[in-house]
């Protein structure tokens, strides 16, 4: 184990008051010793303040900020950080304690690989759960879908060389257009094969807000990098019908669905009356 490597665990905390102990917990039990651990609380309510003041002691620094958004959140915490590695950790999320160990062996050991990240244990307000599974791969790979989780591991000197996270992305997918930028000039991503990570996609959360807006952020991503595009062309125009025809394939599904529940709702009473006319 490479232990002489500081590791630098950023955790920005939006009004995070039922799951930042959670989160802040599995930063500070991960079995990689060689690590800090930086909370940045970006605006947050009374109640999660509170949790934050008693989580204070256990960590390196707490950051207090205006709520700014977690792209200016993270970029402030990666800036105090004095670790040469960074690990971005949402604040209702939490790691598997191994996560940083196996990270920095693999991130170490070749100089290719700009970004780790690993499967996800997903989990739903409903109840439900299953494990996602990203691909990694070069920027090939990312142009057109985030193949990463956005809790990843990833070198600073990289993250200030690509320009850091875009600050004017609040809404939604500053992973996924970091991780272009990131990968722009060369490197990989790898996957470690393991649900390292517990992700809770519940809604009313930038990322479940984000597909409400969604076109408005690929139409952003796709003119900032306008050059990737244009030189990839003829694949950016087939996942674009791809996605188009997906989408309308969808949309009728969801049509006739509504068309049989309609008619079920309606015809339902009008089947009781009938056997009441028996």
Not at 51 to 78: C, D, F, H
Not at 123 to 139: C, L, N, R, W
Request: glycine share 4%.
């Amino acid at each position: 184990m490479h232990s002489d490597t500081l590791v630098s665990i950023i955790i920005p905390c939006y009004n995070d008051a039922q799951y930042i102990l959670q989160s802040v917990n599995s930063a500070l039990n991960q079995t990689y010793p060689n690590k800090e651990v930086i909370v940045v609380d970006d605006g947050s309510n009374a109640e999660t303040k509170a949790v934050l003041k008693k989580l204070a002691p256990k960590i390196t620094k707490l950051i207090t900020q205006e709520n700014q958004g977690q792209s200016t959140a993270r970029n402030v915490g990666i800036k105090e950080a004095k670790g040469e590695y960074i690990l971005v950790l949402d604040s209702d999320d939490y790691f598997e304690p191994t996560f940083c160990e196996k990270a920095i062996e693999i991130i170490l050991k070749n100089k290719e690989i700009k970004l780790v990240t690993c499967q996800a244990n997903l989990f739903f307000d409903d109840g439900s759960s299953y494990v996602f599974i990203p691909k990694g791969g070069s920027i090939a790979n990312f142009l057109y879908i985030n193949d990463a989780l956005g809790t990843s591991m990833f070198k600073k000197e990289d993250w200030l060389s690509c320009g850091c996270y875009d600050e004017n992305m609040r809404l939604g997918y500053e992973d996924w257009e970091f991780f272009i930028r990131l990968l722009k000039t060369g490197g990989e991503v790898e996957v470690i094969q393991e649900p390292l990570y517990n992700y809770r996609k519940r809604d009313n959360t930038t990322s479940s807000k984000s597909k409400k807006i969604k076109y408005d952020l690929l139409r952003y991503i796709y003119i900032k990098h306008k050059e990737s595009y244009v030189s990839d062309f003829d694949v950016f125009v087939s996942q674009l019908l791809f996605k188009i025809e997906r989408e309308e394939i969808e949309k009728i599904k969801n049509t006739k669905r509504l068309e049989f529940q309609i008619g079920k709702a309606i015809l339902s009473p009008l089947r009781r009356i009938k056997r009441l006319l028996r």
